[in-house]
């Protein structure tokens, strides 16, 4: 196989991909507030919605958008969660595990 065939079909092959990727992750349903495991730690899709007589370590200006576990990017509505893998959470959410950057 020459060289430019080679070349053409590596990048075929990580455009495929990257599509995939995207649907994939396009597709992922939101965590719901009512999500037995988002109810166990407080999420809620709006910070300013927090309890804050029962999660008094949360602090104004934490969001999902800033917390280390956050896997968008902090100008996305939606991401990843790495304690939630199999569903998104809200940018201007919180939950009782956030983490500092
Ligand atoms: Fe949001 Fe961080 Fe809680 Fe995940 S761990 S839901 S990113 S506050």
Excluded at 18 to 31: K, N, Q, V
Excluded at 49 to 59: H, L, R
Excluded at 72 to 90: E, H, N, Q, R, Y
Aim: with cysteine.
């Amino acid at each position: 196989m020459n060289t430019s065939r080679r070349s053409f079909m590596v990048v075929s092959i990580g455009m495929g991909a990257t599509l995939w990727l995207t649907r994939a992750r396009a597709d992922t349903p939101h965590l719901s507030e009512s999500d037995p495991a988002a109810v166990a730690v407080g999420y809620k899709e709006d910070a300013a919605k927090v309890d804050k007589t029962k999660y008094p370590n949360f602090a104004a200006g934490q969001t999902c958008a800033n917390c280390s576990l956050y896997q968008g990017k902090s100008s996305d509505a939606w991401g990843g969660c790495t304690i939630f893998s199999d569903k998104l959470v809200a940018g201007p959410g919180w939950c009782a595990s956030y983490t500092n950057m």
